[in-house]
């Protein structure tokens, strides 16, 4: 009977053993799986904290030019993108008032449809020209006229010439259009044909949409505008018999047209980071392919 008795307490010794050691190898297996998930993660964790370490952030503002609100929305929109961490926002209230609001140092670019004038250059404003864009002069799509000379343009902005009779059309008062003091566009236009503060406007008008709006909606009516907005609303009319075309500027055979200047206070070199990333994706092919997808030119 002792026999039998001790030989049934060995057995059990030897099975609690077994079970010991089987409990033991089990919990060194979990706690290398432990590790090693502990490790992954905390390698992990490094690098996404690198990466954002080098991301891209910060604010890119923009004031100026109505003109190139086409232009600045599209720019702004495809940097973002690029850059998600970079929040570009953009105002339109004239060219004149952007760069005024540059060189107070209220916003980090001033957008400009003319190029800068002596006094702001020597205030310390620097002319960075990123595109250029063509000044069509538009008619409402009731006019028969199609042609009209840098002349016939003089005389009909300084009232010279008030009916479309004169200059080939019909029997019709000419309602002169424009835009407001302080425009871009108007400042250019007016460079152009050496008329400054020459012109006498039936109505000045605060945006391009504006101008193509109260064209489009008046018999009679001439207006000019950036050649990118041009729709079938209105007429385009040739100047000096030269239709306002891409490849026409390009040539230098069109005589309306003008920069689109993203001015700074300094070199752009001696910008912020985001502000110098932005200057280059606009140099960049897909920020070139972007200035000829709203229908500017590129500067080479």
Do not use: H
Not at 21 to 46: L, Y
Not at 206 to 230: E, Q, R, W
Not at 275 to 292: H, M, N, P, R, T
């Amino acid at each position: 009977m002792m026999k039998k008795l001790r030989g049934i307490a060995a057995l059990l010794f030897i099975c609690i053993f077994v079970a010991g050691a089987f409990s033991a190898c089990a919990n060194q297996s979990d706690d290398k799986g432990n590790n090693q998930d502990t490790n992954t993660e905390t390698n992990d964790t490094d690098t996404t904290g690198t990466e954002e370490d080098q991301a891209l952030s910060g604010t890119i503002t923009m004031a100026g030019s109505t003109s190139m609100e086409k232009l600045a929305n599209a720019a702004a929109e495809s940097f973002m993108n690029k850059y998600p961490k970079v929040t570009v926002s953009a105002e339109f209230i004239g060219s004149g008032a952007g760069i005024e609001a540059v060189l107070a140092k209220t916003v980090d670019i001033g957008n400009s449809s003319r190029n800068l004038k002596e006094s702001e250059i020597s205030s310390g404003a620097v002319e960075n020209i990123v595109a250029i864009d063509g000044i069509a002069v538009v008619l409402d799509n009731s006019n028969t006229v199609t042609n009209l000379t840098k002349d016939q343009l003089v005389q009909i902005y300084t009232g010279a010439i008030n009916n479309w009779s004169a200059v080939g059309g019909a029997d019709q008062p000419i309602v002169v259009v424009g835009r407001e003091a302080g425009s871009g566009t108007r400042g250019a236009f007016e460079e152009l044909l050496e008329i400054v503060d020459l012109c006498k406007y039936s109505n000045e008008i605060n945006s391009t949409g504006g101008v193509m709006a109260k064209v489009a909606s008046t018999p009679g009516a001439i207006g000019y505008v950036s050649l990118d907005v041009v729709d079938d609303t209105v007429i385009a009319s040739k100047v000096e018999g030269v239709e306002a075309t891409e490849e026409n500027i390009k040539a230098g055979s069109y005589l309306l047209s003008r920069p689109f200047v993203m001015a700074t206070i300094g070199e752009i070199s001696a910008q912020s980071e985001q502000v110098q990333a932005f200057f280059e994706y606009l140099k960049s092919d897909e920020g070139k392919e972007l200035i000829k997808s709203v229908g500017l030119i590129v500067v080479e």
